[in-house]
């Protein structure tokens, strides 16, 4: 039996009519906590093994398998494990999965997916002004937590300007362009207006 199933641009092998939960595992974003090892583990799911593997006929087969070496490696189960797996990771890919199945018994188009995010070039200069900042503020403070010590002669020089310039007292830890509080606001903006639109 060929799938003909991709979820989430991963396409999901199939043999001897079960599919690879690996695949499904990759597609959900492969979160270790989440690997199909785990859930075969899980009491629910040797439960429903035990109850799909009563009611089919003998000349269906497995509900699964587990194959150690060689191409096919990984954990092979049938649509109903499969099913239950996604709900296992999430409701969210629960759907996609769900839809993505009844789409291949329809014969409609094999890919399901959610669309892409869209996110304008000033947004992203945003998120990659805060990118830098973050990646400079854990330089500094990692300079100062070592006494001044870094490899970077930039760095060490901001230091300088700050230990001569502030008592010991004082605690600024940042020497960016003064465009860093503006730049910080629009980034707040885009992150409300993003975490409202999930």
């Keep these: 039996m060929s799938s003909q199933l991709t979820i989430l641009n991963t396409k999901i092998r199939s043999l001897d009519g079960l599919f690879s939960l690996n695949d499904f595992h990759k597609a959900s974003g492969a979160e270790e906590h989440l690997r199909p090892s785990k859930f075969m583990r899980n009491e ?17 087969g497995l509900a699964c398998k587990s194959l150690r070496g060689g191409l096919n490696s990984g954990v092979w189960a049938c649509e109903e494990l499969v099913l239950s797996y996604a709900m296992w990771i999430s409701p969210k890919f629960h759907l996609i999965v769900l839809r993505a ?43 100062i937590s070592n006494g001044g010590e870094t490899s970077n002669n930039v760095l060490k020089q901001e ?40």
């Design 44 to 60: 629910q799911t040797k439960d429903l093994v035990s109850e799909i593997e009563k009611d089919q006929s003998p000349n269906l």
């Design 101 to 143: 199945f009844l789409a291949m018994h329809r014969n409609e188009p094999k890919q399901l997916a959610l669309p892409e995010p869209q996110i304008s070039k000033s947004d992203l200069k945003t998120l990659l002004k805060i990118h830098q900042y973050a990646n400079r503020w854990k330089e500094f403070q990692q300079a």
């Design 159 to 198: 230091i300088a300007t700050l230990y001569s310039r502030y008592d010991d007292n004082d605690g600024y830890l940042f020497i960016f362009s003064p465009n860093v509080e503006q730049d910080v606001q629009q980034a707040n903006e885009l992150l409300m207006r993003l975490v409202k639109n999930q």
